[in-house]
């Protein structure tokens, strides 16, 4: 009777954690806001590698962030990879990282800063995961960019 109701007791504790989304940590004015693309194209001996990452920050506190990376080599041979994270609560923003959590119990994503935004010529710039990504105008629709990305 006791290890049911230990059980029984476990399980609504877990799926309690499961049912509340973490709340996000508001940025306010931070020059984290926005939206950043970085696009790289690089030739290596035996192919090319395309590279693109987008974030959309807000200032409520939610991350998008978009990856995509394809690898074509002269044979013809085709490897991608994609991952999308759409409006994920920041739980913890630091000036070295990105922590993002929707729930309590599902896995955590760290994005690394690795330099802050700073200003040159009129363009923001950071670098998070050893990309360095530009700032782009809000009337560039960050998604729309995302959503015709192709590995060709």
């Not at 994609?82 to 993002?100: D, E, F, G, S």
Request: glycine share 6%; net charge neutral.
């Amino acid at each position: 009777m006791l290890v049911r109701w230990s059980v029984s007791v476990l399980l609504v504790v877990l799926i309690s954690g499961c049912a509340f989304k973490n709340n996000p940590t508001p940025l306010g004015d931070s020059e984290l806001v926005g939206q950043w693309l970085h696009e790289r194209e690089s030739a290596l001996d035996n192919g090319t590698v395309i590279t693109r990452m987008a974030l959309d920050i807000t200032q409520e506190g939610y991350i998008s962030y978009h990856f995509m990376s394809c690898f074509s080599s002269k044979g013809d041979t085709r490897k991608n990879k994609t991952l999308h994270l759409l409006n994920m609560p920041m739980i913890r923003v630091t000036t070295k990282k990105i922590k993002a959590q929707t729930f309590p119990l599902t896995p955590k994503w760290e994005f690394k800063i690795n330099e802050w935004p700073t200003q040159e010529n009129n363009q923001w710039q950071m670098t998070v995961d050893n990309m360095l990504l530009a700032k782009i105008d809000v009337s560039e629709d960050v998604g729309a960019k995302v959503d015709g990305w192709r590995c060709e």
